[in-house]
């Protein structure tokens, strides 16, 4: 089976930088995803990262320890429109993406 | 432009009624999903299908049925026998390379 976890709400200062993180369990691995979500809307696909290792892109990094069943998203320079929930996603298969076990999310306040 | 499109937006069941939400893709992705997101919580896989005529169940099926009989469209039926049908459910479709999943913009169903 498979098990995720990461924090429930996390609060940070417009500006800032915070980073998010999430560890897993699973019986098999391919790869781990991080989606951003705003309320009431659909997730938005933010990274996927396979190997172990630090990927950046823009403000957002997504970091990755397969050995360690562990991964962070780390945002810096913190936008007021970042506010959201962001959701860690592990996929046990190369080739189906939607078979990934979602973790139930952090929400992220940005205040000013 | 290219997208999966869901409605409608909003959704009222009553008691002992069948009720069908419509997602439709124009991205060409063979891989299609419906998920279920209840307040708080990261997704559940209800369906998925990776092919025409070919689906498979999900995490949480029971009380839901699909069909697809097109590569564009995967509607999902929220039975009678689905006790709690209140919720917001997504659907989605995957890049041949599994890497990405688009998502539509979501439904949100209650019961009257």
């Known amino acids: 089976g498979q098990n995720i976890d990461q924090p429930t709400e996390m609060t940070a200062t417009e500006g800032a930088i915070v980073q998010i993180n999430c560890t897993y369990q699973t019986s098999g691995f391919n790869g781990l995803f991080w989606y951003q979500q705003h309320a009431g809307e659909a997730p938005t696909f933010l990274s996927y990262n396979v190997l172990d290792g630090l990927e950046e892109k823009g403000r957002f990094s997504s970091f990755l320890s397969r050995s360690k069943g562990y991964s962070y998203l780390l945002l810096k320079e913190l936008q007021m429109k970042d506010s959201a929930s962001y959701l860690c996603a592990v996929s046990p298969k190369a080739t189906n993406a939607g078979k990934s076990t979602f973790g139930d999310g952090t929400t992220l306040t940005v205040k000013p | 432009d290219g997208g999966i499109t869901q409605s409608p937006k909003y959704l009222f069941r009553k008691e002992g009624q069948n009720v069908t939400l419509s997602c439709e893709q124009n991205?060409?992705?063979?891989?299609m999903y419906w998920y279920r997101q209840d307040p708080g919580q990261g997704l559940r896989l209800i369906y998925y299908s990776q092919i025409v005529n070919d689906f498979q169940k999900g995490d949480i099926a029971e009380g839901y049925s699909v069909s697809r009989e097109k590569k564009e469209s995967f509607p999902l039926t929220v039975t009678s026998a689905q006790k709690n049908p209140t919720a917001f459910y997504l659907c989605a479709s995957s890049s041949p390379s599994g890497r990405i999943q688009y998502f539509g913009a979501g439904t949100r169903l209650s019961v009257l």
């Open positions: 991205l060409n992705h063979d891989a």
